[in-house]
């Protein structure tokens, strides 16, 4: 059989467009600010940006070495090295799956939003937290826009990795950006407002404990699209000239200023309205159009450019989900694209229509204590992914050798300060030891812990059977 050459990225604004379209999604918009307000504010960004910084930055970078130098998807990343590693690749496919398994319903409720905004979301402020739960319980209406935005999402991956993910990338990222700030200005206009600037940016330190701790780094590890080879397979199409250390502190801070941004854009007006910060999942969708009712004519406007702003985000992220998969079944399943891509999003879409439902008619139907919805969203935010980081940080530590480590993150030179001696200490010895700890407090502090022991045994069994995978 003839082979194919790997398909590549066009340009380098391409791919920091493409990877930070992956990083920055509803885990900037969505789920930071809920996160942040549920906990505590100011404290949990100081732990969230150790995290991204100590941590995330290492792994990022980890990642797009190990594609690059393979020029594999995760799981043939894994596999050349060793078979017992399989299970480290298959367990990133996993996750892409599981994610996959909600993403979809949140980015159908953003597509919603957009004409909600217009059809009287916007008339009845106090309404609007009601109209939000009736909206998301509802067996039919939240499954119909599910379906169209993955159809978005499927159109876009089935036309293949430079064309599809570049073209998408370049266009829908900057704007996503504008609109953020012209929402801050807005917002920060507004009186009151600086209340939640102080709640923002004045950490208060008593409402942290374990679960802060693993809460934040796994929305770090969320966010960056760490922790399940989402990355190695973008490092993977990275021609050799790329410098990745640059490359990766490139979307590390676009991704982080995203979510501040995004905080920045939902606090000050949400102080300035008298709204709880508290308000858990549904906070963009409940407060932020609260917010727009506020501001007049004006307001149905900057609302649907709002919820188109998430959508987009959530495309450019979700686009990245299904290519690991797809890319997982390209070269290791030698599917088609075009199979590889029909195939998995009708798996994908019967997990969010059981996500869906969970919210509502089948609230009752629980496994290990939660719905579908919370079961996908947990078990991979909550260790799939910081373990998948972990796995990988031992994999290139201390099955890799540091020479071609080396070569390959300093396209055959030298980095200044010693910093690659300093990435290398921090992959091989203090993430495994610091993802290691978080975990072991987090879960021991959890609420769901019959679900992360499930969490963990799920892992502990592909590890067994890693050769037949
Ligand atoms: N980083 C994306 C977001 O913030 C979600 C994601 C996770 C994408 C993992 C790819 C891989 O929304």
New binding site residues.
Partial sequence: MEQKERESWGSRIGFIMAAAG???????I??FPYLTGMNGGGAFIVIYLACVFFIGLSIMLAELTVGRRTHLAAVGAYKTNSKSWTFAGVLGVL??FM?MGF?PVVGGWSMAYIVKSFTGLLSNPAAVGDAFGAFIGDPIQPLIWTVLYMLINVYIVARGVTKGIETAGKILMPMLFGLLIIIIIKGLTLPGSSAGLSFLFVPDWSVVNGNTFLAALGQA????????G?MITYGSYLNKQEKLPQNALIVVTM?TCAAILAGLALFPALFAFGLEPTAGPGLVFVVAPQIFAGMGGFGMIFSAFFFLALMI??LT??V??LE?VVAYLMDERKLSRKSAVYGTSVVMLILCVLSSLSLGVMSKATVLGVGAFDFFDILTDKIF?AIGGMLLAIFAGWFLKKEDLRDELTNGGTLKFGLFEAWYIMIKYVIPVLIGIVAFVGITSIAQKGLMIFGLLVIVVLAAFSKKL
């Fill in positions: 992956s990083a920055i999604g509803l885990g900037n969505w789920r996750s892409g994610i993403y590890f969320f966010s960056l699209s760490l922790g399940m989402c991704d985000a959530a992220s979700s990245s989900l690991v992914l």
